[in-house]
């Protein structure tokens, strides 16, 4: 069974500092990786999702790698700012098919403070 | 419609009586699926369907949930005999049949059981 950790529990930064967000799985084998953002009471919002034939995924100030062997997933956000304050989640579907369910971790919560 | 609703976005009920959630997927999004998600945890799989099967079902989902999608569309959740634990934001997700597209979250629906 995947389980999906991801460290730290929860961070707080003073605004413009760059950090790193970790995601570990168990079972290797993934179809992709997904990182979402959660602001509170709301849903889900997909951030990047890296294939499992990528070792990393950029948007804006957000840069995810892959590195399936070690079952390890890094969020990178570059410059962080108070608009990045939100949880985030990194998920992978079980099994080899991108439709099945998502496991997810339980989250970063993050605090960017100005 | 551009993305994936929800209704009711709240919902307070007291112990022992039955609530029914409505999620409207995506236009022409085949699977569907739901999830819950406590205070501070990571959304956990509830069950999914393609078009109007039900395709898998995780243990959570204990007799007193069920859920539907009687047209390939819309889906209902239903918990009967709701107790204090039941408690949650209920989240629902929609994708295409593409196996390299991601599950586009609805804001969710949030339970408080009295």
């Known amino acids: 069974k995947q389980e999906v950790t991801q460290i730290p529990a929860a961070l707080s930064v003073p605004e413009g500092e760059n950090l790193v967000l970790n995601c570990s799985f168990t079972?290797?084998?993934?179809?992709?990786l997904q990182w979402f953002r959660q602001d509170p009471g709301k849903g889900l919002t997909s951030l990047l999702l890296?294939?499992?034939?990528?070792r990393e995924q950029t948007s804006g100030r957000l840069n995810a790698s892959l590195d399936k062997s070690s079952g390890r997933s890094t969020l990178y956000i570059a410059a962080s700012q108070p608009g990045d304050s939100a949880t985030y989640l990194c998920?992978?579907?079980?099994?080899?098919?991108?439709?099945?369910?998502?496991?997810f971790g339980g989250g970063t919560r993050l605090m960017v403070k100005p | 419609d551009t993305g994936v609703s929800q209704d009711p976005r709240h919902k307070i009920t007291k112990r022992g009586q039955n609530v029914t959630f409505r999620c409207d997927p995506i236009?022409?999004?085949?699977?569907l699926y739901w999830y819950r998600q406590t205070l501070g945890q990571g959304p956990e799989f509830l069950t999914y369907?393609?078009?109007?099967?039900?395709?898998?079902k995780s243990r959570l989902l204990s007799d007193r949930f069920s859920a539907e999608r009687p047209k390939g569309s819309f889906s209902t959740l239903e918990i009967q005999r709701t107790e204090q634990g039941d408690s949650a934001m209920y989240l629902c997700?929609?994708?295409?049949?593409?196996?390299?597209?991601?599950?586009?979250f609805g804001p969710g629906t949030r339970l408080t059981v009295l």
């Open positions: 890296i294939q499992s034939s990528q």
């Open positions: 998920a992978v579907p079980d099994g080899d098919n991108a439709g099945n369910m998502l496991t």
């Open positions: 236009s022409e999004h085949n699977r």
């Open positions: 997700a929609s994708s295409p049949w593409d196996p390299t597209d991601t599950q586009y």
């Open positions: 079972d290797s084998a993934i179809y992709n």
């Open positions: 369907f393609q078009n109007e099967a039900q395709l898998e």
